[in-house]
């Protein structure tokens, strides 16, 4: 069945004129954008350099508090009471050292005024440099 049988068929024509305007505007962009892609490359020659040795660091002193808030000075008991006098066991601990670093490993269960401690007797001592040990948690 041709329902079409009085009307001529139409050619069918693709214009293109558009998809060549399109491409032409592709093209132009294409080249605009890869000259901004040029690098300048130098031929250069660093200079040599010989480094002194880094600074000793001097031994840190390590403050462990556990969890029913005892503490050990460099791996040796502290007996005392207060800020004030674990101040005079970190002085001696520190020796001959001006401002070494405090190392402080708190177990995770000791309580907030235990670390605080710690804290109060560096300062009375006189050391501002104070770090926390950490581990790694498990996953």
């Not at 969890?67 to 020796?95: D, I, M």
């Not at 401002?99 to 001592?125: C, F, G, K, W, Y």
């Amino acid at each position: 069945m041709d329902f079409r049988r009085g009307r001529e068929r139409e050619n069918v024509e693709i214009n293109l004129i558009p998809m060549i305007d399109v491409l032409l505007v592709i093209v132009i962009f294409l080249a605009v954008t890869t000259t901004f892609s040029q690098i300048a490359q130098l031929q250069i020659t660093l200079p040599t350099a010989e480094a002194e040795k880094p600074v000793q660091q001097p031994a840190p002193i390590n403050v462990a508090v556990d969890a029913q808030g005892r503490y050990l000075v460099n791996g040796k008991p502290f007996v005392g009471k207060g800020p004030e006098a674990l101040s005079v066991a970190l002085k001696q601990a520190a020796g001959d050292q001006s401002d070494p670093m405090i190392v402080i490993s708190a177990d995770a269960q000791a309580t907030h005024q235990s670390v605080i401690n710690v804290m109060e007797a560096a300062r009375l001592a006189g050391f501002a440099r104070l770090t926390f040990a950490t581990q790694a948690g498990r996953h």
